[in-house]
């Protein structure tokens, strides 16, 4: 496999106590495999636990590792906005902090990197959730299908490896974990060029879901509705669009 140019893997991380230093660790054992430049940012998105000492001991002793702290909870969709923001590689990795998903498995995204494609995207092998949690994914998963046009066969799997440069056209707003919709739609509607592959989802050991719970879908409901407008019916990422060179807007 011939190594990338570089990488940028990120994590947001909120009550990550537990987990994060494995992930960085591992993420740090699997990129000199697909990359000789590389660097790992952890956003602390104002954990209350001791997440921070962890992180701090972390970047002491790991001279790649870099913090960025919010000193309040800004939402998943703020923590993915400051980690995109702060990336400075060619390309950009990241995934969840609660080791849900194994890091050593971005060698199974790279591998799938080629000169038409700019995000490899994966897709859960199996859910590795409670009955009620996977219903209510494949609920949530048929409905946002609909509503977005989306083509991805797992549009939430956030295990992601991008061109940074996409967001020279893609601006995110989101601060929740709507976020995921909002930068698919934007990238898919823009014609950059997804790719799949399938990746092992793993029971939560430590932690809850901060989404599962009947306020917080109330709510993601209503910011669904906003987004649907938004991008969907009024279509506001598209009224500057300018063609990617080489593609066509859809």
Same mark, same amino acid.
């Not at 009620?132 to 490896?161: E, K, S």
């Not at 976020?179 to 790719?195: N, P, T």
């Given at each position: 496999?011939? #190594?990338?140019?570089? *990488? ?11 987990? !994060? ?86 060698? /199974? ?14 897709? #859960? ?7 009620? /949690? !996977?219903? *209510? ?29 996409? =967001? ?35 029971? /939560?050991?430590?932690? $809850?879901?901060? =989404? ?5 879908? *109330? #709510?993601?409901?209503?910011?669904? !509705? ?8 009024? #279509?506001?990422?598209?009224?500057? =669009? ?6 066509? $807007?859809?």
């Amino acid at each position: 496999m011939k #190594k990338l140019e570089s *990488i940028s893997a990120f994590f947001p991380a909120y009550n990550d106590a537990a987990t !994060i230093s494995s992930m960085v660790i591992a993420t740090l054992l699997t990129l000199p495999k697909v990359t000789d430049d590389y660097e790992v940012i952890v956003v602390n998105d104002g954990s209350p636990d001791h997440t921070a000492d962890m992180l701090k001991e972390l970047a002491r002793v790991y001279p790649q590792v870099r913090i960025i702290t919010h000193e309040k909870n800004r939402g998943y969709g703020g923590a993915l906005r400051s980690g995109f923001a702060s990336a400075t590689k060619t390309w950009i990795f990241y995934t969840d902090g609660d080791a849900q998903y194994d890091p050593r498995e971005l060698e /199974r995204l790279a591998q799938a990197v080629s000169e038409e494609s700019d995000v490899i995207n994966g897709y #859960k092998i199996a859910r590795s959730d409670p009955w009620h /949690r !996977i219903l *209510i994914g494949r609920l949530y998963h048929t409905i946002v299908r609909f509503l977005f046009g989306f083509r991805l066969r797992d549009v939430d799997c956030d295990f992601r490896l991008m061109r940074r440069s996409v =967001f020279d056209k893609v601006t995110l707003t989101s601060t929740s974990g709507t976020i995921c919709l909002e930068m698919v739609k934007k990238l898919q509607d823009h014609g950059f060029r997804f790719k799949e592959v399938p990746v092992h989802h793993y029971h /939560r050991a430590h932690g $809850k879901s901060q =989404f599962f719970n009947f306020p917080r879908l *109330i #709510k993601t409901a209503k910011q669904l !509705i906003g987004l649907w407008w938004l991008l969907t019916v009024r #279509k506001e990422h598209l009224k500057a =669009f300018k063609p990617v060179p080489g593609r066509t $807007k859809p």
